[in-house]
């Protein structure tokens, strides 16, 4: 029996116009001009002049990348390296941010307000909204002073006597050097405000031998 001879060109599915093989071998190193040698010089990163941009622009198959900051965003930075990726890492570490203020421990301020001598009623001070949560009083007071009482406005040099929600005028009792503690319900976001001492029936204390400062000691709500 005689063997036939089988014509492999003949499998060839695309030939170009010379008759040659279009597609190429499935091996290692297909022909370059074929469909397959020119699939593989693309992903080996020969792809000639185009490029990506981003940032700074990226030879098409390269496999090196400028470092990425994991910390910071880099919406501004020219960077060479993967979009998408980076575009994602930004995304997150801006979230991380957000979340990072949105629940970090409320920080506190002290801010100073002091009853000039011969004065019962401190200065303005603008606590920019922030809770009073304590008062330190000075070391001395006129010896009638017991309670204080507090002025309040939304505009800078016109304040008025805080009252609660019944009316009636809010007072802290008090003694030289001793810490208060202020509930958070009592001054929980005063823009510009003001102390006034006075006795304990409520009549204003001027402070005839010197001034007087107290710390306030605000959180941010």
Same mark, same amino acid.
Request: hydrophobic share 45%.
């Given at each position: 029996?005689?063997? @036939?001879?089988? !014509?492999?060109?003949?499998?060839?599915?695309?030939?170009?116009?010379?008759? *040659?093989?279009?597609?190429?071998?499935? =091996?290692?190193?297909?022909?370059? *001009?074929?469909?397959?040698?020119?699939? $593989?010089?693309?992903? !080996?990163?020969?792809?000639?002049?185009? %490029?990506?941009?981003?940032?700074?622009? #990226?030879?098409?198959?390269? =496999? =090196?990348?400028?470092?990425?900051?994991?910390?910071? &965003?880099?919406?501004?930075?020219?960077? %060479?390296?993967?979009?998408?990726?980076?575009?994602?890492? *930004? /995304?997150?570490?801006?979230? $991380?941010?957000?979340?990072?203020?949105?629940?970090?421990?409320?920080?506190? =301020?002290?801010? +100073?307000?002091? /009853?000039?001598?011969?004065?019962?009623?401190?200065?303005?001070? !603008?606590?920019?909204?922030? &809770?009073?949560?304590?008062?330190? @009083?000075?070391?001395?007071?006129?010896? +009638?002073?017991?309670?204080?009482?507090?002025?309040?406005?939304?505009?800078?040099?016109?304040?008025?006597?805080? *009252?609660?929600?019944?009316?009636? $005028?809010? /007072?802290? @009792?008090?003694?030289?050097?001793?810490?208060?503690? /202020?509930?958070?319900?009592?001054? @929980?976001?005063?823009?510009?405000?003001?102390?006034?001492?006075?006795?304990?029936?409520?009549?204003? #204390?001027?402070?005839?031998?010197?001034?007087?400062?107290?710390?306030? #000691?605000?959180?941010?709500?």
């Amino acid at each position: 029996m005689t063997t @036939p001879t089988v !014509d492999k060109a003949a499998w060839t599915l695309l030939i170009d116009d010379e008759g *040659n093989d279009a597609i190429g071998k499935v =091996t290692d190193s297909p022909e370059a *001009n074929t469909v397959l040698g020119r699939l $593989k010089a693309i992903a !080996d990163g020969g792809g000639g002049a185009s %490029t990506i941009a981003d940032g700074a622009d #990226v030879a098409q198959g390269a =496999t =090196t990348d400028a470092a990425a900051s994991s910390s910071v &965003a880099e919406d501004t930075t020219a960077r %060479t390296g993967i979009g998408l990726w980076k575009g994602i890492k *930004n /995304v997150l570490i801006l979230v $991380k941010d957000a979340l990072d203020t949105l629940i970090a421990p409320a920080s506190l =301020t002290e801010t +100073t307000v002091t /009853v000039a001598q011969t004065e019962s009623e401190s200065g303005e001070v !603008d606590l920019a909204g922030a &809770a009073t949560v304590m008062i330190y @009083p000075p070391a001395a007071v006129e010896a +009638t002073t017991a309670q204080m009482s507090f002025k309040v406005g939304r505009v800078t040099g016109s304040r008025a006597q805080l *009252n609660d929600e019944y009316g009636v $005028k809010l /007072v802290i @009792p008090f003694t030289a050097a001793q810490p208060i503690r /202020v509930p958070a319900s009592m001054l @929980p976001a005063v823009r510009f405000l003001s102390i006034v001492l006075e006795t304990s029936g409520g009549v204003a #204390v001027a402070q005839a031998t010197a001034a007087r400062e107290f710390t306030l #000691v605000t959180r941010r709500v």
